[in-house]
């Protein structure tokens, strides 16, 4: 399995950023798929996770408003929309693949599989 990660960078504050995860070696499919992000010093936290076949989706209330996140099950790809980025944002984001098709979780242990992770640095 691998999950690639891409599109990370420099970006001012209230700028905009798209993220992209590319998978392979699953069935995409029947994935949940999350994306996580982790700042220096900080534990790795959950940002955005969209269902099977992208008609129900959840936000981490910091991300919330902002973000917006969608699937291609065609091309094996759940891209993550950043707008109006915060100097908070700036972190490591990961993409992920959760086993269960129905049941959102935000706990990094509920996900089976990671991508390598794309920086993203938000500048005042």
């Known amino acids: 399995v691998q999950l690639q990660a891409s599109g990370g960078g420099l970006v001012q504050a209230g700028g905009s950023l798209r993220l992209s995860c590319a998978a392979s070696?699953?069935?995409?499919?029947?994935?949940?798929m999350g994306w996580f992000r982790q700042a220096p010093g900080k534990e790795r936290e959950f940002v955005a996770a969209?269902?099977?076949?992208?008609?129900?989706?959840h936000f981490a209330h910091s991300v919330e408003g902002r973000f917006t996140i969608a699937r291609d099950n065609a091309k094996n790809t759940v891209d993550l929309q950043m707008d109006s980025l915060k100097l908070e944002d700036t972190a490591v984001y990961y993409c992920?693949?959760?086993?269960?098709?129905?049941?959102?979780?935000?706990?990094?242990?509920?996900?089976?599989?990671w991508g390598q992770g794309t920086l993203v640095t938000v500048s005042s």
């Open positions: 992920a693949a959760r086993k269960n098709m129905v049941a959102f979780s935000s706990s990094t242990e509920g996900y089976d599989y």
């Open positions: 070696g699953l069935t995409f499919s029947r994935r949940i």
């Open positions: 969209i269902n099977w076949n992208g008609g129900r989706t």
